[in-house]
């Protein structure tokens, strides 16, 4: 059930948004989204599947994202937390819940 609605979404996304979007990034994946991807990126368009990058939580995988996060945002702009150089303080997303809650 699921392909054929991968297929129509991408069908519809690379028609009328084909450089919508630059890169996804997708932070602490459950180790079953990559698999899923890896069933679902087979039918989609190479240039689509080079956007899209995939980290698990793991601490290889985390120096892997830090990696990318330079790349594309530069040392200088990710704040120290995420491995950059950056002294930024990221706002809370909710009184009373630390960042480390959601990461």
């Not at 980290?55 to 200088?76: P, R």
Request: with cysteine; net charge positive.
């Amino acid at each position: 059930k699921i392909l054929p609605f991968v297929k129509i979404v991408n069908k519809i996304a690379s028609t009328h948004y084909p450089e919508f979007v630059d890169q996804i990034i997708l932070c602490n994946a459950p180790s079953v989204f990559s698999f899923l991807w890896g069933l679902a990126s087979p039918i989609l368009d190479p240039v689509t599947r080079e956007k899209v990058k995939i980290f698990s939580y793991s601490k290889k995988e985390t120096e892997k994202l830090h990696q990318q996060l330079i790349k594309n945002i530069g040392a200088e702009n990710l704040p120290k937390e995420f491995g950059g150089q950056s002294d930024i303080q990221i706002p809370e997303p909710n009184p009373g819940k630390k960042k480390s809650d959601y990461y």
